[in-house]
Every structure is written in structure tokens, then in C-alpha cells.
């Protein structure tokens, strides 16, 4: 009886080796060299361009901010100043590109992806030194009451900022531009401020009013 | 009102049973505890009723147990290696009485059980938490439930996330043992808890030391070994079934438990076990924690065959769970900080709900392990493998629609092979060896539409070692090494999402020797010196990216500091993390009074941490960025608990973890280290009463301090003004820092009661318990989110286990 268990014992114990030696050779033999996919990352935005067009035509003012490295250390690189003239409309439109993806691929354009998007999203202004007459003020960061002249609105009709009118001051001015993307899923309102939600872009160039 | 009217009934209750207990309680119950061949067993624990009044078995095996009062007590002798034995009497004279426990041969677990003879009965310094224990933690996590034992925290990421804390050190270094093989899952996160069922464990053992070497590297700070029960061997049916209800979060638990034999095929035995939770949004003082439910379904199935000298076993577990992390964690950069710090109740607040939403965790577990055992004239020999399949989904909030889709999709395979020989020829001398393998493969899914946290790696680790244990009449000695060699092949992508790859090797030796010396008068000192090293994870070395709430970029070692890129090992100073621990622990046992008191001194060599080096701009904003660094740590403490048995039905028991930790080489303090804690319990119980069972009433005092040994805080309201005055307040000082001061001081209140019944074949165990039950408002300093809100408000729970 011991013996005829022990026969048992040891066939089970040789299984056992064979089922673990299968299973390590099954997983190296998965541990093919194949490299990993590359993932898309529709996230990232790496470049922010602000095009200031002056109305009833001219050239438009570009700046642009550039994230060099995504997640990286590098800070990112602000070019400007934003060159406005004196006492004259223009109309602000942004576009933000993530240049890591080819510019076929979906991801490229995150400016359509905020758009679809549009009622979880919203655009804050604010400047310094009062450099428009028009919206007068520092703009709506402090607080989502002060004017701002948006052009285009989500399907609940409230303000979303991809295109926006401003009207240069009379004088000679300096002062800094700051737009800041909120990402406000559920909680985009019509007083949903700029401490709402997740911050999805934040950059601030210099202004010269000339 | 709820709680006012429960401490009133508390009170009551307390007049009561006062009033009861004058009776005529003198009755002794002493005896011995021997082995089979009758030779006397010390140290065996003996607990009498189901309540916790515990003698220990002095060197003759001699136990006393004075002062009973009359009535029916059940007796049980405990001694880890053996069989629990059970015993029932009525108290009516003086009583004596000769147990015989049987080794534990048998164990489904024994690789476990004998290991922790080896590690645990010699080696000194260890705390179990046994089934009575964990019955009145039931419904608790692995990791909150462990939180009762002295030396051991948690670090926390909500109600719902806790991770082990074995004096201050965690994750990477605390070894978790499930059924005896490794728990391989992501655990380089500090939001990622060990993916075990508390139910699946009929006790936990928490070795303190590092000298349990045999279960392989990075036992820096200690091990947790989860045992469940044995098989059962011959024919019967059996099992439990428990329900426990909460009030906090609306939760229910319920988990079951049915065991047999197969008849007329002695030695044959299975098992089945599940659990089920459910848990909506848990609440603070003042407000919901929105977005903080829990979903959980476990099952476990075990056989297995036993003979004298041999037996086999197979086991499967499945662990699943859904987790929501509370919603107003969900920030970008530091301005969202400032905000999120600043706002109470946190951002999404709002009233309860059983729904989960982003962010949230979705991971599952697979366990398949086989093991066998025999044991020949030459020795004992031991073989188990072990298949874990890990995979874990996290889910951000996310724009461009890809808040359903995972940020993070990792599916990990762990292969483990042990084989292991015992000498069992001599009493007086055990000597051992192994060889034990691990094969595992870390893999990303595709799909996530972000560069991953952490590259796709395979590991291939082997290691070989021996284990010799002296027994000596008053001393036990143990020594013990270890080689360990690890291989690393890594894949993955850099912050331009180009491909790199890389191969890495580490090998280095553990080593440990210990004794237990038996003093006069039921006194006991243990020491142990042990080192045991790590092989750095892949997440200290490639990390890269936001984590969940973290509002700070992570790097990887092998980044480079100015360029980001992924650099070759011989190019940095990295150096291998190695942990230097001595512990020693005196224990005293008597009739009145039992005293344990552990002191330790873990020096770790190049400990690896994430220390805040300086903040970058990207176009979301500015986040400050954390890089993986090196540094000396010194970790020093206490543990201390006494049982102070007043009379034969009231017992206090004092507790106190005592801990200081620093960075030596920047003479610095650590973060999240977790403050001293302090607690006294008060128990009043008769077995007894209105002949109901068990019957016990108890509370406890907690008082957590607040941690002094922090590092300096720099708010991000801080952070954001140096940045408009172009400076930066981490340049000048790379010393550690925190965002918010570390919370006030708590005390915290929780009370309890339980009775048991008897009904027919079964036995019912009724607890009613009231945690926090003050509403007491408070923060804990090792809680991740203590930065956004208050910590858990009261908690009612009811508890029925019908056992049969």
C-alpha cells in the first residue's frame, strides 16, 4: 500500500515538474522579442498657436508655445511678444497639436478633439496692465464673471473660447496674456470658474500694445 | 442619536455584566502540554472560552489558568507546527488536565507552517493575528485588518486602498506570502494594495525580522505570511458562512466557506470559499467621499491528498475588485492643487451613491499553485510551483473621450518553482536547503493612447540557499544564506515615445543568525541580525509620468537629469539597495500580566525613494517633478504590548509602535513615515452569560500622534508665488519636502460587543461594533489623500458568522 503510493507520489511529482517546465517554456517562448506597440498620445499637446487675425484684413499676428520634451524636464519654450497695434480688432484663434503623433493621425489635432468635446471644456483669459478696451478688465481667471467676448458656444450654448474678439487700447501698453484650458467633465456650468476641473493647458506670453 | 443611544446601551450592558461577575470565582485549571512522545511543549499558547484570555506553557510544558469563575469553558492549545487542539469543561473544582497536540504533518499549508517554525518559532520575532482576531476584522481589507498589530501601518489611498507597513518600510520591501508563494502583483504603487482575501486566511503571520530568508529577496522590513486552514482529511461535511453590514460606505460582505473529506478515502480533502463586497461612496464627519465604492468578488478552490509521509495539493484563488478613488483627487498641475487643498468638501461632492466613475482601478488575481511533499529516511523533501496572473486597469479622467479606456493596462505572468530539503534526523540539529525559481513577464496592452508609466519587462530570477537551526536545552540558535541572481530585459518607450531597450543582471547575498534564549519565570529575549537585499523594480528605474492624484511628475533612476533619456546602468551611480536589521524582543508571560517588547534598527544602504528635485513647465501648467533617488535610511523603533488581566473577567492591553526614521546621507526626515500610535483597550467578558457564549464588551483608545519628523512643507500656493517672482524655492535645498504640514494629533474611539449561541449543529458568533464612534473629524498623515479631504466618519457594523 505505502510503495503503490508512493509509485502515485512520484508519477504526480514528475507531472507537476512537467506541467511547471511546460508553463516556462510557454512563457519564454511568449517572451518573444517583439517590441512593444507604440501607443498614441492624444493627450499630449506639444504646441499651442495663438493667431491674433486684425479685422478687415492684414497680417496676422502667430505665437506660439512649444513643449519640447511632453512630460519631460524641459520647461516649455514661449515665443512672442504678441505684437498688437494700436486701437484695432482682432479675432484670437488657437490651435493646439500634439507633435509627437504624424500629422495624419487622429491624434494629431487636439484642437478638434477639444471641439467635440466643447461642453467639458472651457477657455480663461487673463492679461495684465488693461491692454484691450475691449473686454475692458483683466479678463475672467479671477473671476468667470468679467467680460470676455467668446465667438463660439457649446450645444448647451455656453461659451467655449477657441475663437475669441479683442480690441486693442488706444496707447502704447505692455503687459503679459495668459489662456488657461479647463477640462470640467459634469462640472462645466455657467459659473463653473477657472479653480474648476483639471487644467489642461496654462501658458502666458508677453503683450506689447504698439 | 444612533450613537447615543449605543453608548447608553453600551453602558447598560457594562452595569450588567459588573454586577454579574461577583460571583465565587476561584477555581483553578492547570495542566501540561506535551507532544506525542510526551515530551512537555513550551510557549504553547492556551486561550479558554472563545475570549482572549491566553496562558503561555512554561519549559515544562506546565499551564495554569486561576481565578475561573464556574460555568462551561472551552480550552484551546495552540502551538504553531501542531494541531489546534480543543478541549471542553465545566468549571465546578479545581481541574487538571494533560494535552497531547499532534504535528501538524498534514498541514495543506505546511510549507508555511514548518517555515514558520523555522523563521518564526526560533527566529523570534513575529505576531500572529489569529482567527478570533481576524474574525473582528472581517470585511476589512488585508491591509487594514494587519493594522491591529503593533510595528505594522499602512500607507492609504482612500477607504478602500491600503497597503502593509512593517516598521515604516513597505511595498518593494515587505514580502507577502499568499498560501506560501510570493504575491507577485504591481506593487511598486503606492495605490496599489495586495490583491489577497482576508477570508481565504485562517491566520496571518507578521515576521518582523528579515531573517526569513527562504522566501527569496526584499524581505527588507519584514515578511506577512497568509495561512489558510488545513484540508480536512477524513469524511464530513463543514464551513461557515459571514455576513457583516456597514454602516460607512452602506456596505455588505459576505463570505463562505464549505470543507469535506471524500468517504471511505481517509486523506483526501477539499475546500471552496468565496466572497462577495459591496460598498457605495464611504463618508467623512461632514461629507460624502464621492466616488469612493468598492466592487469585490473572490473565490478559492482547494484538494489535496495526505499520507503520513507525503501528500499533494492544488489550489486556485481569483481575486477581483473595482475600486473608486475619490473624485476630487483628480487634478493636473499645481494651480489644481492649490485648489484642491484648499476647497472642503473636495470638488464633485455629493450625495451617496453604489456607482463607480473614473478615476478608478479595476485589477483581478490568479493564483494556481501545486505542492508536494515527502518525507524519506534522508529528509524531507518539499516541491510547490506557482502561476500568478496579475492585471490591473487604471482609469483617469481624461479628455478626447479616453476617460473609458485604461491610462494604464498591465497584465504581469509570475512563474515560481521552489524545491527544498529538511533533515529529519536529529531533534537537536535541522539543517536545510533550496533552490527556487521565478520566471515573470510584466507586458502593457496596447491601446491606452498614452506612453507608458512603466516599460514591458521580462524578469528571470534564481536563488539558492541554506538554513541551519541549533536546539539547544535553554537556546535556540538559527543561521541561515542566500544567493539570489535576477535578470532583467525591459522594453519600452522614452518621453518622445521612441522605443528604447535594455538588459539588466543584479545578484548579491542575504544572510541572517538569531537565538532565543529562555530565561527564568516564563521570560524569553530573542535576537536576530540579519541583511537581505532588492533587486531595484523597473518602476524605480524607467518610472515616467503623472501618477493618479499624485499632481507630480515621476522619474525613473536611469533618466538622464537634464536630457530625459533612458541611460545604460553603468552610467549612473546606482548602487543596490541593502537592508542591515536587528531586532530583539523580550517577552515575559504570567498569571496577571503578559509583556512584549521589540526594539529594532533597520540601517538600509542606498535605499531608493522619490525625492522632489525641482518643477518643469509643460503646456498644462507646472508641475514639480519627483526623481527615484539613492540615500541611507536608519529606521528605528519599538513595539510594545502588555495584557494586564485585572480580574478574571477585565482586561486591559496597552499597545504602542514607536518609530523614528531619517535620511542619513542628507540628514534629512523621510516622508510618509508613520507617526507614533498609542492605544489602550479595556475588555470586559464572560463566557457565560444569560448561557449565551463568549459573551464580551470592549473598547478601545486610540491616540495617533502627529509626525514631528516631518520634512519642511512648501505649500503650492508657495510654489506657484516663487514661480511669479521667476524663482524657484527647491533651488538651494534638495532637501525633502511635503505640500501640507503633517495633520494634527487624533484620538479615536471604538467599541464592541459580541456574543455567540448555539443552535443545533451550529454555532452563531453575533459583533456589533461602532468605529470612530466620536465622528471624530481627522486626517491621517500616512493617508495619500489626506491632502483633499477628511478621513472616515463613524462606522457601524453588524456581523453574523454561522459556523457548522
Redesign the interface.
Known sequence: M?NN??NI?QS??RV??A??IL??TL??G??DND??????????????TLTFMPSGGGTAVVVT?T?P????????EVDGPINLMKNKTYTLSLSLING?ASPTDE?YD?TA??E??SD??LFFFAWTNEVFADPAGNGNVDNREDPLNYNDEDLGGLPLGLSTDWTSIATSRSGTFRVILK?Q???KSATSSS?????????TFNINIE | MVIKKAVVLLFLLCVQVVASAQNNCAIKFSGTVVTEKGEALAGASLGIGKTERGEVSDRNGKFLFSDLCPGEYEVSVQYLGYKTKRFRFTATKDTYEEFRLEPEITELNEVVIQDAVMNTEQAQNFTVLQEKQLAESAGKTLGESLKEITGVNSIQAGPGIFKPVIHGVHSQRVLILNYGIRQEGQQWGAEHAPEIDPFVASNIVVIKDASAIKYGTDALGGVIVVNPAPLPESAGLGGSINTIAQSNGRSGTISGLLEGGIKNQEGWGWRLQGTAKRAGDFSSPDYMLTNTGIKELNFSASTGYHKENAGVEVFFSHFQTELGILKGTAIGNLDDLVNAMEREPPQYTSGFSYGISEPRQEVSHNLLKLNGHIDTHTGDWRVQYGFQNNNRREYDIRMAGLSSIPAIDLVLNTHTLETEWESNNSEKHISGFGITGMLQENNNIPGTQRIPFIPDFNNLSAGLFGVSKLIFKKVVADFGARYDYRYYNVAGYDYKNTLYKSSLQFNNVSATAGATFSLRKQQSLSVNLSTSWRPPHVAELYSLGTHQSAAAIEYGLLLNDSTNEVMEIEDVPFQIEQALKWVSTYQRSGAKFDFEASAYVNYIFNYTYLRPTGITQNIRGTYPYFRYTQTDALFVGADLSATWRVSPMWRITPKATLLRASDVRHDDYLVNIPSNKFEVGLRYEDPTLFSLRNFYVESKVKWVAQQHRAPRTITPREFNDAILEDTDPLLGSSSNFDFMDAPDAYWLINVAMGVSADMGKARYDFRLAAENLLNTEYREYTNRFRYYADDLGTNFIFSIKCTF
Do not use: N, R
Open positions: 505505502k503510493f508512493m507520489y504526480v511529482i507537476l515538474f506541467l511547471s508553463a516556462a512563457s519564454l511568449s517572451c517590441d512593444p506597440t507604440k501607443e498614441d498620445a492624444p493627450e499630449l499637446i506639444t504646441t499651442a508655445a513643449d520634451d511632453g512630460d519631460g524636464v524641459k520647461d516649455i509627437l491624434g487636439i478633439e477639444v467635440e468635446e467639458e471644456h477640462h467633465p459634469d462640472l479653480d474648476t476641473g483639471e487644467t489642461d493647458l496654462d501658458i
